[in-house]
């Protein structure tokens, strides 16, 4: 299972997270993200149009790994799966959350922001986790703390990463990738800034962020 979802984001620096009104909106700033580069993106379950927009946008672009993000709960991630999308990701984790994705062959990116929910999820076959809220719970200090009890844990620290912060995160040999809102706000979506979108993607895939 860890290899599954390491391999998932092997190839990304930067999962974009997109919440999204309107699944017509999903998909430009999607196929912007795309021509910048991104191959990842998650559209979180915050929004009545989130699950439509997944399907938008797996329909418009099917080689993009669509997942769903905020996934609370099992049965948030049988709408998930049932829209179309790749994986999930939690902000956290609950045993019941983990057992849910193993039922069903689901591939998740499980919370993580303290030893115990590491130590958690190993015990259920877990080793990459998002870092959630990361700068908040210590960002490069906190990943370098965690980096002793857990050599074989990777992270993909999301909450406060900024076009600024990336490339220190990525520096990091437990990072395999970060994720942040940055490169699809909504304002940059309100404003239908596509160029913008797709040059903050472009920038971040590469690993600089600005
Ligand atoms: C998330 O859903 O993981 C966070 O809202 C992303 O955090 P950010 O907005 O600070 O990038």
Same mark, same amino acid.
């Given at each position: 299972?860890?290899?599954?979802?390491?391999?998932?984001?092997?190839?990304?620096? #930067?999962?974009?997270?997109?919440?999204?009104?309107?699944?017509?909106?999903?998909?430009?700033? *999607?196929?912007?993200?795309?021509?910048?580069?991104?191959? #990842?993106?998650e559209i979180t379950l915050r929004t009545a149009q989130a699950l439509a927009s997944i399907r938008a946008v797996k329909e418009a672009l099917p080689s993009l790994?669509?997942?769903?993000? !905020?996934?609370?709960?099992?049965?948030?991630?049988?709408?998930?799966?049932?829209?179309? *999308?790749?994986?999930? #990701?939690?902000?956290?984790?609950?045993?019941?959350?983990?057992?849910?994705?193993?039922?069903?062959?689901?591939?998740?990116?499980?919370?993580?922001? !303290?030893?115990?929910?590491?130590?958690?999820?190993?015990?259920?076959?877990?080793?990459?986790?998002?870092?959630? +809220?990361?700068?908040?719970?210590?960002?490069?200090?906190?990943?370098r703390s965690l980096s002793g009890p857990f050599p074989d844990v990777r992270f993909c620290p999301t909450?406060?990463? !900024?076009?600024?912060?990336?490339?220190?995160?990525?520096?990091? +040999?437990? #990072?395999?990738?970060?994720?942040?809102? =940055?490169?699809?706000?909504? *304002?940059?979506?309100?404003?239908?800034? =596509?160029?913008?979108?797709?040059?903050?993607?472009?920038?971040?895939?590469?690993?600089?962020? !600005?």
């Open positions: 299972m860890a290899g599954e979802m390491e391999g998932r984001l092997s190839g990304t620096s #930067v999962i974009p997270i997109l919440t999204v009104q309107d699944p017509e909106q999903a998909v430009l700033a *999607s196929e912007a993200l795309a021509r910048g580069g991104m191959t #990842v993106i790994q669509v997942a769903a993000g !905020t996934v609370l709960d099992d049965r948030q991630m049988d709408a998930a799966l049932a829209a179309g *999308s790749d994986f999930c #990701v939690s902000p956290g984790l609950t045993p019941a959350l983990l057992r849910a994705a193993r039922d069903r062959g689901c591939s998740l990116l499980p919370g993580v922001a !303290t030893a115990s929910d590491i130590m958690c999820g190993l015990a259920e076959g877990f080793q990459v986790f998002k870092l959630f +809220p990361a700068m908040a719970a210590g960002g490069v200090a906190l990943l909450g406060g990463v !900024t076009r600024e912060n990336l490339g220190i995160l990525l520096a990091e +040999p437990n #990072v395999l990738c970060c994720g942040g809102s =940055w490169m699809a706000s909504q *304002s940059l979506i309100d404003a239908a800034d =596509w160029a913008a979108i797709e040059g903050l993607a472009s920038a971040a895939q590469s690993g600089r962020g !600005t």
